[in-house]
């Protein structure tokens, strides 16, 4: 089966630059989405089809995605960016979803 | 502005069959453009996809769960169901409903709306 590996934490001090990397096999060869979950809500869409932004998502929020590892950028991160982030791709091989393990973003 | 809200009893005992509904508002559920998703979340855990429907009827299960999945539509079309059969404590979790759109010209796609979930604890 397909696996995405995510760092279980990150840390990153007020005002850095945040880089949250998702690895998986080939994994540039898909389309990959991250979510940004913060505690007892609903996860939320901040990048999709690899580095495209939903509307209403900051600008600091950026996705990259090649070979085996695609990459979330968060720049100048505040307190509010503290969440748990999901990376997410979708197997055509076998028509299902997966989500990686997740990485608890924290600011210092 | 499209929402969705879970809804569906917080208890089920062992061997039996979590029953879930999710209403959807402000979209057609008829739309090409998306199917209609379950994934859940145990506490402290990741996001698990459970699977989705397509306004055809078609449906995709995750491989792991899809020999007690039935995902489906309601005839009004403006809610989708979960049921998963013979849970255990391992089901026990937070379930979200989400709306997931569509890739032009490929499978799958991306989860654009989340209901605010729903937990679900099994236990006797």
């Known amino acids: 089966s397909y696996v995405l590996t995510q760092p279980p934490s990150v840390s990153v001090a007020p005002g850095q630059t945040a880089r949250i990397i998702c690895g998986g096999n080939?994994?540039?060869?898909?389309?990959v989405q991250w979510y940004q979950q913060k505690p007892g809500q609903a996860p939320v869409l901040v990048v999709y089809d690899d580095s495209d932004r939903p509307s209403g998502i900051p600008e600091r929020f950026s996705g990259s995605n090649s070979g085996d590892a695609a990459t979330l950028t968060i720049s100048r991160v505040g307190a509010g960016d503290e969440a748990d982030y999901y990376c997410?791709?979708?197997?055509?091989?076998?028509?299902?979803?997966?989500f990686g393990g997740g990485t608890k973003l924290t600011v210092l | 502005q499209v929402q969705l809200q879970e809804s569906g009893p917080g208890l089920v005992k062992p061997s039996q069959t979590l029953s879930l509904t999710c209403t959807v508002s402000?979209?057609?559920?008829?739309?090409?453009?998306?199917?209609w998703s379950w994934i859940r979340q145990p506490a402290g855990k990741g996001l698990e996809w459970i699977g989705h429907i397509y306004t055809s009827g078609s449906t995709n299960y995750n491989p792991s769960l899809e020999s007690r999945v039935t995902i489906s539509v309601d005839k009004s079309e403006t809610q989708f169901s979960l049921k998963l059969s013979s849970v255990t404590a391992a089901d026990t979790a937070m379930y979200y409903c989400?709306?997931?759109?569509?890739?032009?010209?490929?499978?799958?796609?991306?989860?654009?709306?989340w209901g605010q979930g729903t937990l679900v604890t099994v236990s006797s």
């Open positions: 997410q791709v979708w197997l055509s091989s076998s028509d299902h979803a997966v």
């Open positions: 989400a709306r997931e759109k569509a890739w032009v010209n490929a499978w799958g796609g991306y989860f654009d709306y």
């Open positions: 402000g979209d057609s559920m008829s739309s090409i453009s998306y199917y």
């Open positions: 080939d994994i540039g060869t898909k389309s």
